[in-house]
């Protein structure tokens, strides 16, 4: 866990005194809309189909019970008593008033929580790997890092109108959970041959209309470097970047347009006379960061507890184990995933009465923290192993125990034309057939891992472009319709999919995407051949010649 | 459904009217004949042509207290005068999402 400092806590409650203030006078008239929307941009407010909808930002994934408890609140008490956790490590609550929005602003600033950085054309929510500081062979934990990026770039004035909003992501492990690839700014934490820590720095990458797949503009930038190195990126997209047109206004045509040598060589060039400024970071700002975060008194436990030698037997748990549970860097315990993605159920949804049970098992068996990752699941990062059993009883009965981690149902969608203003088509319920459709655990197992996401408009919010499956919903002639994407991937690997064919309606969806793992099933060389290589391996056409043959 | 948030001509087809979001709490409204806003369709004050559009939604965004994002939407009127939404975006809007229990009104 990290622990704000006074200025943190005088910052996020002065931020609710003026808001406070904000909404008073727009309620009054005394501001328009226009003059205060981009004040409530500011504070996470947007305007959806059905009611504001309210957008709290999880820095770098991490919450504590007593946060999660408060989230559980805002959606009981504020809205309609459940909220919805997004790509970005964020949670939205889709039916909150503005009139009691100061209030409920105040009430996560009691816990250190605010929607700072969550909409808006400034620096973005920095976000990281949900297993930072437990993943084994992390080179170290990318939040300290997420952090000081965090104290920089908020309320910092050039960063705070930006040509467009600007996404920063940082891993440091060699498989990349945070989708480093398809951001503004990727960073991963390595070491050089001197063993010192820095950063391979990434520039490009995004999605929605024109997607990107970021490119390495620098293999190497000192640690003590990264604000400076990160600061000149920004300003050469500040000087640069197209403020004229909002399709192009974002780092990643720019890089584009430039191309990476000639955007490298600028970068460089403001690099080198903003390095040695106050900007260098001292190792004891780093030092107090890390003192800041707190770890687990860890215990020595066994590696093979009794507890769990003894629940294998029950078939039910080892197929939760064997998917949900995954290796800790100290020896005895486990870090847990926890499926927002129940059958039937809208990705990424919690209700208040599941929030308030996780935060408790939380406390329970995991040091009272949580996370959240941008794949919509939520994860208990130390779970003693002989504590696993019992974890996992009290998660099946709060429905939070789908063993379909990285399986076809563990889809990712975004909200669509059922909350979004800006959609074109439905997601969630395209994702809610499918889960249905394939919630056989026995037939998701033999298919392997398949990711399905899901975006309602080429804004892209749901990362289609990037899903081993691809669903982007668009519209035509009034109907919604559907294109179909496969060989994308948003990991170390990143690319982008590839059309299959011609758009389909709503009620075909399903059906095209079960031909399309058929397809993979009588294709694919071996079981362990995953979805992802086999369309590598062989291209679209193959795909495209089963899924459209009787079409 | 093309988000119709960034109407710059205004033409319609058929039957419009004017909805928004209320401004202190964000529910989905709709523009009465009597200059105010309600949050039952069969209220709302029905244009045929797209000089009563432009009229209606310019005195309906002059009231920016009221409600937020007023914008034109397309609606079916049946022979008994029903009004119905005229596309899906806002048939969701009246009648709200359409994913299941957990979310309903
Ligand atoms: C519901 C209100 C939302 C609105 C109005 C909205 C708006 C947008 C827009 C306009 C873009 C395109 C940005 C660009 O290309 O410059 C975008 C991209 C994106 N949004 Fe959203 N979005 C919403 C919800 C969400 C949700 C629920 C998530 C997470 C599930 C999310 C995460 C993202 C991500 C990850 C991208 C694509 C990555 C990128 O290129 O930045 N957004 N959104
Ligand atoms: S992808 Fe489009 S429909 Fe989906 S949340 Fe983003 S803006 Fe809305």
Redesign the interface.
Known sequence: MYAYDEIDRTLVNERVSEFRDQVKR????EL??DEFKILRLQNGVY??????MFRVAIPYGTLSSEQLRRLAHIARRYD?G?GHFTTRQNIQF??????ELPDALADLAEVGIHAMQTSGNNMRNVTSDQWAGVAPGEIEDPRIWSELLRQHTTLHPEFSFLPRKFKIAITASDHDRAAIKIHDIGLRLVKNEKGETGFEVLVGGGLGRTPFIAKTIKHFVHGRDILSYVEAILRVYNQYGRRDNIYKARIKILVHELGIEKFSREVEEEWQHIRNSSLQIDDGVIEDIRSRFSYPAYEKLPHMPDELRQAAADSDFEAWRKNSVFPHKVQGYSIVTISLKPT???PG?A?AEQMDALADLAEKYSFGEIRVGHEQNLALPHVAKRDLPALWKALDKLGLATPNVNLITDIIACPG???C??????S??IA?ELTRRFANHELANLIGRLHINISG?INACGHHHVGHIGILGV?KN?E?VYQITIGGRADENAALGSLIGPGVKFDEVADVIEDVVEAYLALRERPEELFIDTVKRLGVEPFKERVYATR | MTSPLEQKKIKIAGPSIVTANRTWDGIVVYRTAAKGWSADLSEAAIVRNSDEAKALLAESTADDVGAVGAYIAPVQVGEDGKILPGNLREQIRRTGVTIGSQAQV
Do not use: M, V
């Not at chain 1, 727009?26 to 008239?29: K, T």
């Not at chain 1, 305007?47 to 504001?52: C, E, K, N, S, T």
């Open positions: 727009r309620l009054s008239g328009t809309e305007l959806q189909l059905h009611a504001y309609r459940y889709n039916w909150i008033k503005l009139a039937g159920g809208p949804d209700t034309l059922d909350y203003s800006l959609a074109n088509a439905r969630i319920p809610q408009c519209e009034g919604e």
